[in-house]
């Protein structure tokens, strides 16, 4: 069966749970995982690094959906929770000489214990407020990995080893792109089943209305903890992901800035939605990408544009933003839903 029944025709619990509900879906969802791990043998060098901050992106803002989508807090401290996770996987990596696949989920760990506690005045702000409260998190985070040298290293940062599994060293754009597709499509699927358990739906319920969910018996103060440290531990793994790509860890990597780029991505992509999340990175990260290709294009023709597009490059993003804001303030995802509804009653659509 490749089509949807309309009503609930649903026999079995186990029907009714499953994430891909038809035929048609199962066969593309791993049609394109496959595809995924056959792209890298027709890439280049520099498709695989975007291909890369794609994967590490798409960790990020799934974690901070989780939070500000479904839930309704809103962080403003993504940058710095990635980079608590990217000092604490060189941390460990170079005091104890954990390997990266104990690192990973052990930095994850880390952030998950930051970001429970940074979300403590959840209980009692919302809204603009909060968002100022973990704007202040994120700063006092920066001022952490700056003075905090005994473990941070101060401004020169921190320098590790490459990721190795077997004896074998994942030191190429090529070996790395494995690893970071695998560690994205396990926390992807993650983040999708997590909202299908009673703490997501708990997110949900709190989102919508957190007085009918309190009245309903639902512990906000520890299902709002819960859900800021789920988004610090995804942003954990994605700063220990970033740490042991680029094997250099500075606190500039990890400024207000990038929580700014995060919120831009699913805001972009999709409040409330993981797929809202993957596009949201991928088209943040690919967008700085297209302006400089544009730029050097142009720059062969009009030397002065070069200039121009460079000093404009940070604008675009605002300018997109409220683009997004005015025209389609659901997302992408809501474009691609449409898309969907067009085509499964073409050439009956209405």
């Known amino acids: 069966m490749s089509y949807v029944n309309c009503g609930n025709f649903k026999t079995s619990y186990e029907k009714d749970a499953e994430l891909f509900q038809t035929r048609l879906s199962k066969f593309l969802i791993y049609a394109f995982v496959t595809a995924l791990f056959a792209v890298p043998f027709f890439l280049g060098d520099y498709l695989l690094y975007v291909m890369n901050l794609i994967f590490i992106a798409v960790i990020g803002a799934v974690g901070l959906n989780i939070l500000t989508g479904f839930t309704g807090l809103i962080s ?9 996770g990217a000092y604490a996987a060189g941390y460990l990596s170079l005091t104890y000489g954990l390997p990266f696949f104990l690192a990973i989920p052990a930095a994850g760990l880390v952030t998950a214990v930051f970001g429970a506690f940074f979300g403590i005045p959840s209980l009692r702000l919302k809204g603009l407020y909060l968002s100022i409260a973990t704007l202040a998190a994120q700063f006092i985070i920066e001022f952490g990995f ?29 070996s790395f792109y494995f690893l970071a597709l695998v560690l994205c499509i396990i926390m992807t699927l993650a983040g999708v089943n997590m909202m299908r358990t009673r703490a997501g739906r708990a997110f949900l319920s709190i989102r919508d209305n957190y007085i009918a969910a309190e009245a309903m018996g639902i512990n906000l103060f520890r299902y709002k903890l819960i859900s800021f440290a789920v988004s610090s531990f995804y942003a954990g793994v994605a700063g220990s992901l970033w740490a042991y790509y680029t094997t250099i860890i500075t606190p500039e990597n990890f400024t207000i800035g990038v929580s700014i780029q995060y919120l831009s991505m699913i805001i972009i992509g999709g409040l409330g939605s993981i797929l809202g999340s993957i596009f949201g990175a991928v088209f943040i990260v690919i967008l700085p ?8 294009w142009a720059g062969g023709y009009y030397p002065n544009l070069t ?3 460079g000093s404009i490059k940070e604008g675009v993003f605002g300018l997109v933003i409220i683009l997004f804001l005015m025209f389609e303030p659901e997302g992408m995802v809501r474009r691609w839903r449409l ?12």
């Not at 403003?76 to 608590?84: I, K, P, R």
């Not at 003075?147 to 401004?155: A, D, K, P």
């Not at 499964?344 to 659509?349: H, N, Q, R, T």
């Open 76 to 84: 403003l401290g993504q940058g710095a929770f990635m980079g608590v």
């Open 146 to 174: 700056i003075r905090l040298e005994f473990i941070t290293g101060g401004v020169t940062g921190l320098s590790i080893d490459y990721a190795s599994f077997l004896g074998h060293e994942i030191d190429s754009d090529f």
């Open 289 to 296: 990408e297209v302006l400089q290709s544009f730029s050097d």
């Open 307 to 309: 200039q121009i597009i």
């Open 339 to 350: 898309i969907k509804a067009y085509w499964k009653l073409w050439p009956f659509s209405y």
